[in-house]
């Protein structure tokens, strides 16, 4: 127990090489300030900050103490340590560029012969790298071509009136031509600025809203181009996150009265659904909004919060194969798929992205297309998710939706149906 731990011990733990660290602990409904008020008679525990509609706690103190707490105090429900969170967009193959000239029809580029080019330079993370590098043809499927694939009924649908917000790496620049000053961001991470440095935010807001636009390499549009976007920053360019920044965001999301919440991050499951800080605070956020979540991007890898069954877990699907993409967790249970990019197979004859709007000279920004022009092809169960964002938009402007088990259940009673076509396979979402 913590109370017959002597101060004469405490004294000597640093001697030991055990030093304070800080952890994440997650609360019953309600009982945080409870637990707070338990915690602070402990010795050599202290409480760093209090998150309050996640019921959340970050906690300062020595390993053995934290855990012999948790069997002491009620109403503690896990406790983790601060680890990181992953934007979840997946891999390019080591030593594979890739590039095309244009886009054509799928049906074209099954057909399409291409020998392979030789180039000596490519980019990683922004970082230069020289190595021999094989080209192989890339298919860039813009995401106008992606919405008449998911939305094939006709609608005048547009997500008028529904607020998302977006957990991720920043907000797209105002002047970018898929936002026009429409986007809204905050920044709870240590950059500073709430501007999106990586890339991966501001493409997924594109995605979800992005107004309609020719670029280089195809017409991109987003699902639902008129809802509103909170672009919430606990993301920095780094490609990576602060558990407590993401617990702070979900937090913001409730305090701003979001209607649908974008994950397209995750991390390694720590424990269970149960005892996962990002898990339980999932399941706060979907007392008060929809929270979408990508399964996440490694095979044999659980991860949170898609492995929370509080979340429309969204897996992703190729465009070409109609099959899933060969990165997707196969550990984590799956709602509904969509295109996320990326083929069936793990080294195809042609590579597969989503090509939307990007913020400008972001690292990420040509790192596919070799053209940082404010539009790029990425990949990964990230890009699947802004998809079913959108589309959950739409459900939500027309009624047919108001909360996570609303969506459960349209789903469920087959309002998304799976089509066989030739090389595809197309959602029909039966928007009313």
Known sequence: MPGTISPQLLAKLPEMGIAPSEFVVSCAPGKAPEVAASLRTLPGIEVVEQIPRVNVLIIRANPQLVYAADEAIPYILGITDRYKVQLLEAPTRFGVKLYLDDVVAPSELLARKRPPVYLTMSRSWGVPLVYPTRAVPAAFIPTSDIKKALVDVPTKLTG??????????????????????????????????????????????????????????????????????????????????????????????????????????????????????????????????????????????????????????????????????WYGSKLTKIDVYAYGGGRSTYAPDMEEYVYSGIAPGSILDGVNDGLADGFEGLKGSSFATPEVTGILALWWEGGLVRNLDDCKNVISKGRLVAVARPNLIKFSWAIV
């Not at 493409?203 to 991109?220: E, R």
């Not at 780094?238 to 407590?244: I, L, P, S, T, Y």
């Open 160 to 325: 008028k009136g529904v607020k998302i917000g977006v957990l991720d790496s920043g907000k797209l620049a105002p002047s970018h031509v898929q936002n026009l000053n429409r986007f809204w961001g905050c920044n709870l991470t240590t950059e500073f600025s709430n501007l999106d440095f990586l890339g991966h935010g501001g493409f997924c807001s594109t995605i979800i809203a992005g107004l309609p636009h020719k670029a280089p390499l195809g017409v991109v549009e987003g699902i639902a181009p008129n809802a509103e976007i909170l672009s919430i920053k606990v993301a920095t360019q780094n490609g990576g996150a602060d558990v407590v920044d993401v617990l702070r965001g979900i937090d913001k999301s409730i305090e701003l009265k979001c209607d649908i919440v974008n994950m397209s991050l995750g991390a390694p499951m720590r424990g269970t659904v149960r005892t996962d800080s990002l898990c339980i605070a999932t399941e706060e956020l979907s007392k008060y909004a929809i929270p979408v979540s990508a399964c996440g991007n490694e095979q044999y890898v659980q991860f949170a919060p898609g492995a929370s069954p509080y979340t429309i877990t969204v897996g992703s699907v190729s465009y070409l194969d109609g099959a899933p993409s």
